[in-house]
C-alpha cells in the first residue's frame, strides 16, 4: 500500500507516525514544505516542494500511483486538492473544495448553521462589499460602527473571511482596543476578500472535539484543549498553539456530560447539513472549535483537518488501525467499534525558539532532544537537519513534546521533564496541564453558571 501526504508541520509527523503503525505496513510519500526530519524517518520518499504547486502533486501522484491521500494542512484543503486528485482517480482524506468552505469561507459557516437552523452561533452578521465608491465606503464605515457599537456593546470578533494562516480571527480587548479598530480592520478584511464576519464576543472556556467524517458516519476523537497565547498565564501574544491537554476519560475537567454531548451532536448535525447542502459527502476530519458557555455550548469555528497541536495529543493514543479508518472513511464504511482510544491522558507542551513568535533571533542554532522514554513523543515541526544528523531551529514552532499518563497531572510531569531536557535557546510554556490552569478554567465555568 502507498500513501500520499501532504505535509507541512509536526501535526503530519504525527500523521505519519500513526500511519506507520499499522498492520498495512503503508510506503509513505510525503510532500514538504521544508525537510522534516520526522517525517523523512517514516516516509519512503520525500519531496520538499510548495505543496500548493498542484500542478507538481500531480506529476507525482501519477508517478507513485498511491492507493490514496491524506491533505494535512489547511490551505491545500481549501485550494482543492481534494478535487484534483480524484480527477485522478486518488481518493483523499479530505474533503472537496466545496466542503472545506466550512473552514476556508467563515461566513459559509455561519450561514449553514443558520440555514439548518442549527443553534448554536454567538451573534453574528456578514458584510459584503458590492461597490467600492467613496460614498459607498463611508455607508460601509458608519454600519459596522453602529452594529459594532449599538448591537454588539464594543464586546466583538472580527473575521477575516478566507484562510490566513491562523491569523485572521481579531477580538476586542484583546487585538483590538476600541470600535473605530474594529472598524478598520474589518475595512482592511473587506479590502482583501470582499466579506467579513462580525460576531459577539463570548465569556466561557473554550474546547476542541475532533471527529472522523464519512457523509453522516461520525466517530469522535477524545476532547482538547489548546493554548494560544505565547507565555505563562494566558498572556502574550497568539500563536499556532503553545500546547494541548486530554483527559483519560476523553472529556475535559470542565465539561459536563452534557457539554461533550452537545459537542458530539454539533458534529453530527454540520456533517449531514453538509451533505444536504454541498449534495456531497465530506470525507475526513471535522474539528469543531467549541466554547462552554453560561448557558450551554457554541460554536467558535470549524476546521476541515487534524489540528496542531491537537493531533500530536490524540493520534498516539488510537490504539486501532488509522490506515483501516482512513479507508473507511473514503469506502464510506465508518463504524463505532472501527476506532478506538488508550483511556490515558496527555500533555503536549511545544517546544520554541526563545524569541517566538516575535522574532526568529535563534534560527539556524544547534538543538538538541532528551533520549526517548515509552511515555513521550517527540514530534518535530520547523526544524532542520545536517548530514550529520544536527538538528537546527526554525522560526517557528520546533517540536512537540506529548507526555501519556493515567492521569493529566501524570502526563504534564511527563512532559515538563522531557522539555527540560531539551539544549538550546529554547523555551515552552511551564503551565500547560498544570493543575493551577486546570483549575483556573473550572472555576470560571463554575462561577459562569452559577454552580
Do not use: W
Amino acid at each position: 500500500m502507498k500513501i500520499l501526504l501532504l505535509a507541512s508541520s509536526a501535526r503530519e509527523h504525527a500523521i505519519a507516525s500513526a500511519l506507520s503503525r499499522s498492520r498495512h505496513k503503508p510506503e509513505i510519500i510525503a510532500l514538504c514544505t521544508s525537510l522534516n526530519p520526522g517525517i523523512r524517518a517514516l516516509s519512503t520518499e520525500q519531496v520538499v516542494m510548495d505543496i500548493m504547486n498542484f500542478e507538481q502533486v500531480a506529476e507525482i501522484a501519477k508517478r507513485t500511483k498511491p492507493d490514496f491521500a491524506i491533505v494535512g494542512p489547511d490551505d491545500p484543503i481549501g485550494g482543492g486538492a481534494a478535487d484534483m486528485l480524484a480527477a485522478l482517480g486518488i481518493p483523499s482524506v479530505a474533503p472537496k473544495k466545496n466542503l472545506a468552505r466550512i473552514e476556508s469561507r467563515k461566513s459559509f459557516a455561519r450561514d449553514i448553521l443558520k440555514k439548518y437552523e442549527i443553534h448554536a452561533s454567538p451573534k453574528f452578521k456578514v458584510f459584503s462589499r458590492d461597490v467600492n465608491s467613496i460614498g459607498a465606503l463611508m455607508e460601509e464605515k458608519k454600519s459596522l460602527f453602529n452594529y459594532l457599537d449599538q448591537y454588539l456593546h464594543g464586546e466583538y470578533v472580527v473575521k477575516y473571511d478566507a484562510l490566513k494562516g491562523g491569523k485572521g480571527v481579531k477580538v476586542s480587548g484583546e487585538h483590538l482596543a476600541t470600535i473605530e479598530d474594529g472598524v478598520d480592520y474589518a475595512i482592511d478584511c473587506l479590502n482583501e476578500c470582499g466579506r467579513v464576519v462580525i460576531e459577539e464576543k463570548l465569556t466561557g472556556v473554550e474546547f476542541s472535539l475532533l471527529s472522523f467524517v464519512s457523509g453522516t458516519q461520525v466517530v469522535d476523537m477524545p476532547a482538547v484543549q489548546d493554548h494560544k497565547r505565547a507565555f505563562d498565564g494566558d498572556t502574550g501574544p497568539n500563536t499556532g498553539g503553545m500546547g494541548t491537554y486530554t483527559d483519560a476519560n476523553h472529556s475535559l475537567p470542565f465539561l459536563t456530560t452534557n457539554d461533550l454531548a452537545l459537542a458530539k451532536d454539533l458534529n453530527r448535525r454540520v456533517a449531514a447539513a453538509l451533505l444536504e447542502e454541498c449534495n456531497e459527502p465530506y470525507r475526513g476530519i471535522l474539528y469543531g472549535g467549541f466554547m462552554a458557555v453560561r448557558d450551554g455550548i457554541r460554536i467558535i469555528e470549524f476546521n476541515a483537518r487534524f489540528g496542531d497541536p491537537e493531533a500530536l495529543n490524540i493520534l498516539p493514543l488510537l490504539s486501532s488501525d488509522f490506515v483501516d479508518i482512513c479507508l473507511a472513511i473514503i469506502h464510506g464504511e465508518l463504524r463505532e467499534n472501527l476506532v478506538s482510544f488508550e483511556k490515558k491522558a496527555t500533555v503536549c507542551k511545544y517546544i520554541t525558539p526563545r524569541s517566538y513568535p516575535t522574532a526568529k533571533e535563534e534560527k539556524g542554532q544547534i538543538v538538541t532532544f532528551p533520549e526517548l522514554r515509552k511515555d513521550v513523543r517527540i514530534f518535530y515541526g520547523d526544524i532542520a537537519q545536517d548530514d550529520d544528523g544536527s538538528l537546527r531551529l526554525g522560526g517557528s514552532r520546533t517540536a512537540g513534546i506529548v507526555g501519556i499518563g493515567d492521569s493529566i497531572a501524570e502526563a504534564e510531569r511527563i512532559a515538563e521533564e522531557a522539555c527540560e531536557g531539551v539544549r538550546g535557546p529554547v523555551r515552552f510554556r511551564r503551565d500547560i496541564g498544570t493543575q493551577k490552569l486546570i483549575a483556573k478554567r473550572s472555576e470560571m465555568m463554575q462561577a459562569l453558571r452559577g454552580h
